[in-house]
């Protein structure tokens, strides 16, 4: 009988649910209160979103009392790993003193003063999230320059604020020709928007160059991640970088790195000490806060001179909120300290080799990445250079990954097509060997189909 990759994807969702009855209760009673029957459409998956009881360390443990090592961290928040005593010290002193005073508190500059330290941008401010943090960069381009357009990446993600939602999730039939890509904007976002936003592919530097040249006067800056963290992670080519650096200060623009997934993940002081290329301004939140909502700018003293004397106002009721604060500090002070990085990338290292090794030991072509607690390894016969090279990955392939790492005890990101993990200091080796473990059998059950080769490797599959 010949069999498919569908096939093993329907085999493995079997499987799934019959792990997950109580998620799938608590997903039919929270459809009847909630839309979708999730708190955010992201936690919305196939074949039923896993509702989670607790965490501690490397581990979560689903409301089935299943028990997983954990590499979705939350969307790559939990580098600290879950409960991390520090973080927990920290936030259960400041409970007991007061959440909320909208006036600062010490900790905000002890958090300010770390941040400094590590990316080199000597002012900071705070907010509550990674779409507020973006927010504020753009707005800042704005009030700095007086110019309207903001120049974005193909396919990168920035937040769910208007101006970032363009050029997003794009399916290859929707992006339009190479040279002139598509800037349909996302869901409720008005078309007047999307005219202020022009997009360029990521690692072309060339088609920035010309952009820049035909409308310079008009463009108030670029943001960009400097390593793009949801196309499988794919890292800036030598030179792009400064290329980009130099492009913008010629220009009078400015440049601002979105650090939210790459910020004190891929090294201490993010993707700007990983390349070398400081820029204008950047944005941080998720592994910030520890767990706790979080958001941050920073930037050059210049930058930031336009929020101190009054160009722009960065305002928010929770901005440098205690609670924040304090998990914050425990985070950049006492948890993730210089040396908890390189610890880390062995164990990615190792994974990575070990997943490679086991998919080319049956015949299967695959890329990977590894910085600091972020990997990916994925199943594709070309590393991509960009967000439309990424979407010629099969999906298919990407999702039964995810349905057999959790039906193995592994708990990914669901659908499998962002990076694909996330360590924390509390992971180990032997972690590591789990994933390895279940890559070797993806790679069995992969071989077993009928799938030829122009199969594995075919453009789309299922999407999410
Ligand atoms: N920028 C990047 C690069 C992100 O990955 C995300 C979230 N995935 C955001 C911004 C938005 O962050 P938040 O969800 O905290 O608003």
Redesign the pocket.
Known sequence: MSSTIDDAITAEEAIFLSRTARSRALHEQATEVMPGGVTSS?SSSRPVPVWIDRGVGAHVWDADGNRYIDYHAG??VNVVGHANPHVVEAVQRRVTEGTHFAQPVEDAIVVAAALAERFGLPQWRFCN??????MDAIHLMRAITGRDLVVKIEG?????HDL?NVSIWRSLDDLGPVDNPSREPGAGVATAFAELVRIVPFNDLDAATRLFAEEGDDIAGLII?PMM??AGIIPPEPGYLEGLRDLTRRNGSLLVF?????GLVVAWGGATELFGVTPDLV?L??ALGGGV?C?AIGGSDEVMSAISDGRYDQVGTFNGNPLTMAAARAVLTEVLLPETYGAAEEIGRAMLAGCAEALADQGLESYGVVHGFKGSVVVHDQRPANYREFLEVNTAICHLNYLMQHNRGVFTAPWGKSESWTLSVAHTMEDGDRVIENTAELARTIAATDSTESEIFAVGGITA
């Open positions: 992201w969307y790559g999230s990674g779409t507020e943090a973006t990168s993600y920035h937040g769910h970032v991640e963290m949801n979105d650090e939210v997934k790459t944005c939140a998720k909502p958001g």
